[in-house]
């Protein structure tokens, strides 16, 4: 069954997408989420996926799930990562981990799009073998991490 998106894919990416549904679930059968989110790349290791889940850090269609969580066709995945917030939709099963242009095609990103690398301040490194920070530089440290949040009295 050919589809229009199917003749705008590049060969190898063709081949690998028949690979990965040969691979996947069969009829009636179910894909774990920790395992789903791993093989779409969207966490670099199953364990990290399973972790993420027992914290809370994932949800799927608006409700925490626990690692073993069936995911389904359409499922609305939600997961907290690295300080980004990623919205996906499955729209393929897969179980094992795929390249990357393979495991894009098996869901739809919904995420807002990153933070420019420039809005993300620096948090203040101290140059290594400079020593202890004197008051003057912990206390500028602070305002920097605006641990200090109370302004400065003159």
Do not use: F
């Not at 998106?5 to 894909?31: F, H, I, L, R």
């Not at 399973?50 to 925490?64: D, K, L, P, S, W």
């Not at 990153?114 to 020593?131: K, L, N, S």
């Not at 991490?145 to 009295?153: F, G, S, T």
């Amino acid at each position: 069954m050919a589809t229009p998106n199917d003749q705008s894919v590049d060969p190898k990416t063709a081949a690998a997408v028949a690979a990965a549904e040969a691979a996947g679930p069969a009829a009636g059968e179910n894909v774990r989420i920790d395992s789903w989110i791993w093989a779409v790349r969207l966490v670099k290791t199953r364990s990290l996926g399973a972790t993420a889940c027992r914290g809370g850090h994932v949800r799927v269609n608006g409700e925490r799930v626990k690692p073993a969580h069936s995911v389904r066709v359409g499922d609305e995945v939600r997961l907290r990562h690295e300080g980004r917030e990623r919205i996906v939709v499955v729209k393929r099963l897969i179980r094992k981990r795929v390249g990357a242009p393979v495991a894009a095609q098996c869901y739809v990103d919904n995420s807002p799009p990153p933070p420019p690398r420039e809005a993300v301040a620096p948090i203040g490194i101290r140059d290594r073998g400079t020593g202890r920070p004197t008051k003057r530089d912990r206390r500028e440290l602070e305002r920097l991490r605006d641990l200090n949040a109370r302004p400065r009295e003159r």
